[in-house]
């Protein structure tokens, strides 16, 4: 988070949310428990694209055009 950020520009998501895909690329900043970007036509034993894990570190990650995200109780911004 940057120092014209504040929680208040982040999605916070208490249980499980699936950000649909868009038709073109996007960067996401987040902590939580779970934020995991993958193609949605890909096997289910593909492995996730991008994922980030930490409560107490924010991440920063590309969502290609096409690509869904999947956050668990984490706190996510789309740029």
């Known amino acids: 988070m940057s ?4 929680e208040e ?3 916070k998501v208490k249980g499980v949310k699936l950000f649909p ?5 996007r960067k996401i900043t987040g902590r939580g428990k779970s934020i995991i970007v993958y193609d949605p036509n890909a096997p289910m034993d593909t492995e996730p694209y991008w994922k980030h894990h930490s409560v107490t570190q924010y991440g920063t990650g590309t969502v290609p055009a096409g690509y869904v995200v999947r956050v668990i109780g984490a ?5």
Do not use: L, P
Request: charged fraction near 35%; charge should be negative; hydrophobic fraction near 30%.
């Open 75 to 79: 706190s996510v911004k789309f740029t």
């Open 9 to 11: 520009d982040y999605i």
């Open 21 to 25: 895909a868009v038709d073109s690329e």
């Open 3 to 6: 120092g014209e950020e504040t």
